[in-house]
């Protein structure tokens, strides 16, 4: 049973209305900082509840809720979907389409569960604005764009978030994954990896398909290094550590009888340690390289796509916030877990003003689609959180972690 006050707990109604806005936002997803609509949906919503708000970083939005003297507490929600064509078959599923940076279009979806932060999140907005009497501080609202790019928080920061947002002593974020919906993970210490995408030009020479002869075919190469960056992590990283290279697209040519001249593929690496990382960066331009000039092609140009520092809790503040998960939910709800490979730019708020901050998982799987095999994960045209418990689980952790700084 909730230890939290009854102004802080959902009734059925806002019940209601958590799912409704939460299957709005599912069917309208946007790319990462092209986030305008869902700006503006959001803004719509807080500024209804009182909050003052403001537009930082583009298209992200924040909000801040003051009731009298107290501490001053931030919240996280990711706003951005990601280029992937939704096949959950829902009724609420997105028929968007969004344009990336060369202009073609492709098909958006909220594959990663940020409709599920942004809906619990104006639902907590929504809470706290009516619950004053049991709260007393201020919270500031950050609902960032651009996560899946790692731009959002660097974006909110740069264009003054902090210059026009009061100072939070500690920032708070959550995300859905695929555990089990109605439980918590937290841990201590580094949480999510480092990651660094890059987009890699190989160039060969084109040629008639029926005389590859004249050629030097970058298909040929770009396989080359594809198959050979896939040892890096088997033959040069200790069995101890561990490290992920991903081959996320691979684009060349037009034809089949024709041999293009360049073929141009994007990587993606995760790492837990600074060593580890150098060890795999190094390994990749030399492997680009070397193989290159083994088929006697010039040389590739590899470009910086992203790069996420290591998402890291601050162990003090992560220890005390479990133990009020563990009163709100119960002990048996709540558990350590370990550092997973999905990045973050959630730190980087904090870090610019030298706060710490906690950032946990809640699951979106009921027992029988855990018991039926893997489910769909975040970033499959498949992940589709079962609705309850997991929105309200999210609100839930949300509300108990604002409340464990500003109760009365």
């Given at each position: 049973?909730?230890?939290?006050?009854?102004?802080?707990?959902?009734?059925?109604?806002?019940?209601?209305?958590?799912?409704?806005?939460?299957?709005?936002?599912?069917?309208?997803?946007?790319?990462?900082?092209?986030?305008?609509?869902?700006?503006?949906?959001?803004?719509?919503?807080?500024?209804?509840?009182?909050?003052?708000?403001?537009?930082?970083?583009?298209?992200?939005?924040?909000?801040?809720?003051?009731?009298?003297?107290?501490?001053?507490?931030?919240?996280?929600?990711?706003?951005?979907?990601?280029?992937?064509?939704?096949?959950?078959?829902?009724?609420?599923?997105?028929?968007?389409?969004?344009?990336?940076?060369?202009?073609?279009?492709?098909?958006?979806?909220?594959?990663?569960?940020?409709?599920?932060?942004?809906?619990?999140?104006?639902?907590?907005?929504?809470?706290?604005?009516?619950?004053?009497?049991?709260?007393?501080?201020t919270?500031?609202?950050?609902?960032q764009?651009?996560?899946?790019?790692?731009?959002?928080?660097?974006?909110?920061?740069?264009?003054?978030l902090?210059?026009?947002?009061?100072?939070?002593?500690?920032?708070?974020?959550?995300?859905v994954?695929?555990?089990?919906?109605?439980?918590?993970?937290?841990?201590?210490?580094?949480?999510?990896a480092?990651?660094?995408?890059?987009?890699?030009?190989?160039?060969?020479?084109?040629?008639?398909?029926?005389?590859?002869?004249?050629?030097?075919?970058?298909?040929?190469?770009?396989?080359?290094?594809?198959?050979?960056?896939?040892?890096i992590?088997?033959?040069?990283?200790?069995?101890?550590?561990?490290?992920?290279?991903?081959?996320?697209?691979?684009?060349?040519?037009?034809?089949?009888?024709?041999i293009?001249?360049?073929?141009?593929?994007?990587?993606?690496?995760?790492?837990?340690?600074?060593?580890?990382?150098?060890?795999?960066?190094?390994a990749?331009?030399?492997i680009?390289?070397?193989?290159?000039?083994?088929?006697?092609?010039?040389?590739?140009?590899?470009?910086?796509?992203?790069?996420?520092?290591?998402?890291?809790?601050?162990?003090?503040?992560?220890?005390?916030?479990?133990?009020?998960?563990?009163?709100?939910?119960?002990?048996e709800?709540?558990?350590?877990?370990?550092?997973?490979?999905?990045?973050?730019d959630?730190?980087?708020?904090?870090?610019?003003?030298?706060?710490?901050?906690?950032?946990?998982?809640f699951?979106?799987?009921?027992?029988?689609?855990?018991?039926?095999?893997?489910?769909?994960?975040?970033?499959?045209?498949?992940?589709a959180?079962?609705?309850?418990?997991?929105?309200?689980?999210?609100?839930q952790?949300?509300?108990?972690?604002?409340?464990s700084?500003?109760?009365?």
């Amino acid at each position: 049973m909730s230890k939290l006050p009854e102004s802080l707990t959902m009734t059925e109604a806002m019940a209601a209305d958590l799912q409704k806005s939460y299957k709005h936002l599912h069917a309208h997803p946007e790319l990462s900082m092209q986030e305008n609509q869902t700006a503006d949906y959001l803004a719509g919503r807080l500024e209804a509840l009182g909050l003052e708000v403001f537009r930082c970083g583009g298209t992200g939005v924040v909000g801040v809720l003051r009731n009298g003297d107290g501490p001053v507490i931030g919240f996280r929600a990711d706003t951005d979907g990601l280029p992937v064509l939704e096949d959950t078959g829902l009724e609420y599923a997105s028929k968007d389409t969004g344009h990336l940076e060369d202009g073609t279009e492709v098909p958006v979806m909220h594959a990663c569960g940020h409709d599920t932060h942004m809906a619990t999140a104006l639902k907590t907005a929504e809470l706290y604005a009516q619950g004053t009497d049991d709260w007393a501080g201020t919270i500031v609202f950050i609902l960032q764009p651009g996560e899946e790019v790692g731009a959002g928080a660097k974006a909110m920061v740069e264009d003054g978030l902090w210059r026009q947002a009061p100072k939070p002593e500690v920032i708070y974020g959550q995300h859905v994954m695929n555990g089990l919906a109605g439980t918590v993970t937290i841990m201590e210490g580094t949480a999510m990896a480092t990651a660094d995408s890059y987009r890699v030009t190989v160039y060969g020479q084109g040629s008639h398909g029926s005389s590859p002869e004249h050629s030097i075919d970058p298909i040929v190469l770009g396989a080359a290094i594809v198959l050979r960056l896939q040892t890096i992590v088997s033959r040069q990283v200790p069995p101890q550590s561990a490290a992920v290279v991903t081959i996320g697209s691979f684009h060349s040519g037009l034809k089949e009888n024709v041999i293009p001249d360049r073929a141009v593929f994007t990587l993606n690496v995760r790492t837990f340690e600074p060593e580890v990382r150098e060890t795999v960066l190094t390994a990749i331009r030399r492997i680009i390289m070397m193989e290159a000039a083994a088929s006697g092609a010039p040389e590739p140009l590899i470009e910086d796509l992203s790069h996420f520092p290591p998402l890291h809790n601050d162990p003090g503040e992560t220890a005390a916030l479990t133990e009020h998960f563990r009163e709100e939910f119960g002990a048996e709800q709540v558990g350590p877990g370990h550092p997973v490979m999905g990045s973050e730019d959630f730190g980087a708020l904090a870090s610019a003003i030298g706060a710490p901050s906690v950032f946990w998982f809640f699951g979106g799987n009921t027992a029988q689609t855990l018991a039926s095999g893997i489910p769909p994960a975040n970033h499959s045209p498949f992940f589709a959180p079962v609705i309850e418990p997991t929105l309200s689980t999210g609100v839930q952790a949300a509300v108990c972690a604002l409340y464990s700084k500003l109760r009365k």
